[in-house]
């Protein structure tokens, strides 16, 4: 299955392919400078139903948020919400799952670059 959508004049298309393993998700823009690809496991869906034939080819499936937001909090940052990865699953809140990455630049090792092309580090 293929999805066409214009974002700031540029096409982007997404493809999704089911397999047994789970689902192969994949975007691309027309210039192929950018790609985002993600595999989704098919322990994370509630269900997959797949029905295809010569006329008709149609796929449906369902996506478990709360256990996909499980998962994905394995990769969750152990500094807390100031670096890292952040996911976070409300089923009351209209349903929504949001995922942010952050991240701090530590100046605690700084490297200096000196004339010369040679470098020291600098503890603060």
């Not at 100031?82 to 929504?96: F, R």
């Not at 630049?105 to 670059?113: C, E, G, N, R």
Request: glycine fraction near 10%.
């Amino acid at each position: 299955a293929s999805q066409h959508a214009r974002g700031g004049g540029t096409r982007v298309v997404c493809s999704v392919c089911l397999s047994s393993e789970g689902a192969h998700i994949q975007w691309d823009d027309e210039t192929k400078s950018l790609q985002s690809q993600i595999m989704v496991r098919k322990d994370s869906f509630s269900d997959i139903y797949v029905h295809h034939t010569v006329e008709d080819r149609r796929v449906k499936f369902g996506v478990g948020l709360g256990q996909l937001a499980d998962t994905l909090s394995l990769f969750e940052s152990e500094l807390g919400s100031s670096e890292g990865l952040v996911v976070s699953y409300n089923p009351s809140d209209e349903k929504q799952l949001q995922i942010e990455t952050r991240s701090v630049v530590s100046l605690d090792d700084v490297v200096v670059a000196e004339e010369g092309g040679r470098g020291r580090q600098q503890q603060r």
